[in-house]
Structure formats: C-alpha cells, structure tokens
C-alpha cells in the first residue's frame, strides 16, 4: 500500500490499546476548524468516510472504468521498439512501457485521486507518510516513528543545545529554549506504544541538569483549546500565542535583572482565512473531497500592530531586543509565532528562522552572522521541534564555529 500508515483504532488489537478517556471526543479539539465548531459527535455525519461498503466500492468501481478506458485510449499511441534483445530479456523496455503508461495515461489524475478515496474509505489510509485518526485529524508519520538510532542522536543534539547554550552564556545573551512537542503527543493521537517515545521527558531533564531555561510547550498546549490544526502539522495562532505568553513568562521569572528595549504592540483587526494544512498533499482526492471530512482549516489570527516605541538618541548603539531562530513554526505567516511574542514581550523581534533546515542550521547560521557579531541580542529564543531531536537525516552542523566564543568580535567564525 505504498508508505505505511497506521490505523490507529483497528479491531485486531494492533491499534486499539487506547485508555476510555482518550476514545472520547477531546476538549482540546480546535475551535478554528469548521468540523469542531460543534464537536466531533456533530462534525463527522453517519456514513461520512465512506464507511459502508456499498458506497465504498463506487471508487472501486470508478477507479477500474478508469484504468481500462484510459488504457484503451492510450494504447493507440505508437510504442518505442526495444533497443536490442538485451533490453527486452532485462526489463528495461517493459519499465519504459510502464513509466509511459504511468505519465502519459489520459485519465491518469483522475485514477490518482480514485485509489486515494479507496484507500482511504477501506484503510483510512492517505499516499504518503500519513497517519489519520478516528476524527479525521492528520498527522506526520515522523511523530510516531522509533528509530535504531533514536539514543544516540538525541544524546548529540542535546550536547550540541547545551554547547550553544554555553556559547551565549560567555556572550552575556540570555536564552530561552522552546520545546514544541508533536502535536500527536498533545492530541493523544495514537495508543501509548505509538505516542509515549521516552525523548521528551529526557530532553526536558538534559536541558534541565545543562541550565538551558526551556519552556516545556506540551504542559501550556494540553490545555490550550485549538492548540494544533486539524491538516497541517504546525499550531494555530492560538497555539503560537499561548507559548509565547510562557516565553515572557519564564523571561520575568529566568531573567528578573534583564530588561528588553520597549516597543509597544498592539491587536488590530482579526483575519479569517482557509489554510490547506501540508499534510492534505498526501490525500490528494479531487471530486472525492466531498465524502470526507477533509476540508482546510478555518484560521483566525490577529494582527499585530505597532504602537509607540522608545526613540533612542542619534549616537546609541543599534540594538536588536529579541532574536527568534528555529524552524517553520517560527517561520510562518499563518500563525504568526514572532507577531505574538512581539505582543507578549512588548519588543520587537528579529526572525531568523527558516524553513526547511531543521532548527540547528539556522542557530549556526545565525551565531556566525555578521548581525549577531556586530548587534547583539538582548534575548535569544529558540523554538525546537520535538521530533527533531532524533529524526534520522536531520542536519547537526559541527559545533566549532559556534562555540567561538565572543559575539562582538570582527574575527570571521
């Protein structure tokens, strides 16, 4: 069935061990999606989901017209003769015919989105590394995954936070860690044998014995209704905002003699908006789409306004109040994480996050710009994804370029 997925509530008893409390509707499903308005009893209709085999093999149906009547119109077309005989005895003129067939079928979107209905009515299954639970909710298959090597990574990417974390320290530039747990982790997505990875009370105790004032994101979101979206694996405005209430929180309490050049900010107006989550490209359905409860999330988020700010005289030194480095959840518009430590702190925010690089490129990036030698930072904040802390192919850079020590130094890292 291509990439595995895993059903999270079969009957064989592979899937099921979940606790009562967890099988019932959960109180933090999100307000912002149009399926929760009216909890899950009420979003998910009788039948939606194709869940009664007589509706599911009409795909079943559709998909077999399909194939055999683009195969028809598509066996018209001309064929390229085998090069020689060796080709054809090694199989190298049949995955020619195959790889024609597969990108020049007529009808070939349509099978596409035909076989993901089937798949997903009879398996609850999605094309890609994709896990669905009994409400429709989508997750990564990263946030579930044990790997041989899981120990051992997340042992150097605990030393490599804490090397960092010294690094600032000699640079007298406080550091706030933010560990996001997966949103699985928050949802009580899957049963424990799937969820319970022991990395993420290890990682709150290695930070803790290392120093590193962490912010521990799974306590602020088990509470925070709506805290993830339903399609996507990142957290919703409201999300992002509960977190960055605790970021100034443990700033006050973690670092009571500091203070951070003020900037007022203010809430404007609230955008309403459909965001189609990333995980939706791996249940591609097309016409399908109206059987499931598939639909993009309905997003609202406040913009965040600049009010008055603290005019500084025309000789002080430039400065940069808050650094913000981490990963898309730092990164995106949609849920506006740097918009709401902005109004949190009260200070403006310098957002060096990037997407796609995993969150330690971008510290190493950051901690050897030319910014950060020549403007220092009054606050560091580093927002980390849970599953980064051991996900196989994550890119760890070398520590030696961090750890010269000396943020306004002109010597090139």
């Keep these: 069935m291509g990439h595995e997925a895993y059903d999270l509530y079969r009957p064989d008893g592979q899937g099921d061990k979940v606790k009562d409390e967890e099988k019932r509707p ?6 912002d999606t149009r399926s929760d308005r009216k909890g899950d009893a009420e979003a998910i209709p009788p039948g939606a989901g194709l869940r009664s085999a007589g509706i599911a093999l009409v795909p079943v149906l559709v998909f077999t017209l399909t194939i055999v009547t683009g195969f028809i119109l598509w066996a018209g077309r001309p064929l390229p003769l085998p090069d020689d005989l060796e080709a054809f005895l090694r199989g190298r003129y ?7 067939f597969e990108t020049e079928h007529p009808l070939r979107q349509v099978a596409l989105t035909t076989i993901t209905a089937m798949r997903l009515a009879i ?8 896990v669905i639970d009994r409400n429709y909710r989508l997750y990564t298959l990263e ?3 044990h790997h041989p090597s899981d120990a051992d990574a997340l042992e150097r990417r605990l030393a490599w936070i804490g090397e960092v974390s010294q690094r600032l320290r000699a640079d007298d530039v406080p550091l706030i860690v933010v560990l996001v747990p997966s949103k699985a982790r928050v949802k009580n997505a899957a049963p424990e044998r799937l969820v319970d990875h022991p990395r993420w ?13 962490t912010v521990d994101a799974l306590s602020v979101l088990a509470g925070q209704e709506g805290s993830f979206l339903r399609t996507d694996t990142h957290w919703t405005p409201e999300g992002a905002t509960a977190v960055a209430q605790a970021v100034a929180s443990h700033f006050q309490k973690f670092f009571p003699d500091r203070t951070l050049p003020e900037t007022r900010f203010e809430y404007g107006e609230q955008l309403e908006f459909e965001h189609e989550g990333d995980l939706l490209q791996f249940v591609p359905l097309g016409l399908w789409g109206r059987f499931f409860p598939l639909e993009p999330d309905q997003v609202r988020r406040p913009v965040v306004e600049v009010g008055r700010s603290v005019a500084g005289g025309l000789f ?3 400065e940069i109040p808050v650094a913000l480095v981490g990963t898309s959840f730092s990164a995106g518009d949609n849920w506006d994480f740097p918009g709401a ?4 702190l009260q200070a403006d925010i310098l957002d060096a996050a990037e997407e796609g690089l995993g969150p330690y490129v971008p510290m190493e990036q950051y901690l050897t710009s030319r910014t950060y030698r020549e403007i220092p930072p009054s606050l560091v904040i580093w927002e980390i994804p849970e599953r980064y802390l051991t996900l196989p192919d994550t890119v760890v850079p070398e520590t030696s370029g961090v750890l010269n020590v000396g943020c306004r130094s002109d010597t090139p890292h």
Excluded: N, W
Aim: no cysteine; net charge negative.
């Design 316 to 318: 002080d030194t430039p």
């Design 201 to 213: 009370t290890e990682a709150l105790d290695a930070l803790q014995k290392r120093s590193v004032v």
């Design 143 to 145: 946030e579930f995954e």
């Design 123 to 130: 398996f609850r299954e999605g094309s890609g590394p994709l």
């Design 26 to 31: 959960s109180p933090e499903t999100p307000s």
């Design 94 to 100: 049949t995955e020619t015919v195959d790889e024609r």
């Design 341 to 344: 430590l902005q109004h949190s």
